[in-house]
């Protein structure tokens, strides 16, 4: 997430009301988590376990809870808590805004697009044309959407990311400052979700197809002729490369790529990084072909034993 101008370190300071590292003038141009920082951007951690990998990254501004070691050309902002003043600068960059009509003035809804019965389009959404939004569709904040996209009937795209700090007092949730963008020719079902990114872009590439009742988490990208069916359910920060298929009732945890012209057959648990251009089965996964041949030694089993006993 990019700043509408750019700010001084002293000016983020002021913010979140923490001491600083670096000079007043150092110019920070946004916030992002640490898998899509760029050059100007803040970032926070505050583990130790992570600390090396946050001042190694793109960041050039580290929110962080201990005074450290500023690496060369970078700025330290110093926290007691820095997932709190990370919110606080979500909140003070990409505040809440209330609706007041079911569809926003300030959207943009292109030439010959159809918006159903009871579609709810927020703030600043962009609809390209010859779109079609069956009854019953939620489109929040920021959206954007391609050309010749069609989503079915109660899908909700938009919705924050699934993003929480366990502390003792319960729950504490990471707001969520991004956006979904959907390029052209997508197909959504009936009753997908598609969260925002935190900071980043949610994205689902053109000509993918979506069947009903997908889940798509936070920050996750989807690349171009996709087809996902029914009941999937994507994590955040998932990479998902071209042309790869997803059967019914596929999981995947977060954080991970599945490769060009992958195929995950259904019911699979996707539970690390797999390599395009092959079919996968079950859980934990494997190729497809050495999972059915375990599956069948399996069913051999009893007859081994009986073999054993007799003899």
């Known amino acids: 997430m990019k700043f509408p101008i750019p700010h001084t370190l ?14 007043d003038d150092f110019l920070v141009l946004g916030m992002n988590e640490i898998h899509v920082v760029t050059i100007g951007d803040i970032v926070f951690v505050d583990h130790p376990k992570y600390y090396d990998k946050a001042l190694a990254s793109k960041a050039t501004i580290v929110l962080i809870n201990k005074e450290v070691a500023c690496p060369e050309g970078k700025a330290l902002l110093i926290s007691d808590d820095p997932f ?9 960059f990409k505040p809440f805004q209330k609706s007041v009509s079911i569809q926003s003035k300030t959207a ?6 159809i918006i159903q019965p009871n579609v709810f389009i927020g703030n600043n959404v962009i ?3 010859n779109c079609v939004l069956h009854p019953n569709v939620t489109i929040y904040d920021n959206c954007v959407i391609g050309d010749n996209v069609t989503i079915h009937a109660g899908s909700v795209l ?6 929480y700090k366990n502390r003792p007092t319960g729950f504490d949730k990471l707001l969520s400052g991004g956006r979904v963008v959907i390029e052209n020719n997508v197909d959504i079902g009936a009753l997908c979700t598609i969260d925002k ?11 993918t197809k979506l069947d009903n009742q997908v889940h798509v988490g936070h920050d996750t990208v989807i690349g171009k002729k996709c087809l996902i069916a029914s009941q999937t359910g994507i994590a955040g920060c998932v990479i998902i490369e071209d042309e790869v298929t ?10 991970i790529t599945i490769g060009k012209k992958a195929v995950v057959m259904g019911q699979t648990g996707v539970t690390k990084s797999i390599s395009g251009g092959k079919s996968y089965f079950g859980t934990p996964i494997e190729e497809s072909r050495e999972k059915l041949r375990q599956l069948a030694n399996v069913k051999k089993i009893p007859a081994i034993l009986q073999k054993i006993e007799n003899k």
């Open 10 to 23: 002293k000016q983020i300071a002021s913010i979140i009301d923490s001491s600083y590292v670096g000079e």
């Open 84 to 92: 709190r003043d990370f919110n606080k600068l979500t909140a003070y």
């Open 108 to 113: 943009k809804i292109g030439k010959n697009t």
């Open 127 to 129: 609809i390209g044309a």
């Open 158 to 163: 938009g919705a924050d990311a699934f993003y």
């Open 197 to 207: 990114g935190v900071t980043g872009d949610t994205t689902i590439g053109e000509g």
């Open 246 to 255: 997803l059967w019914g009732q596929v999981g995947t945890t977060s954080g």
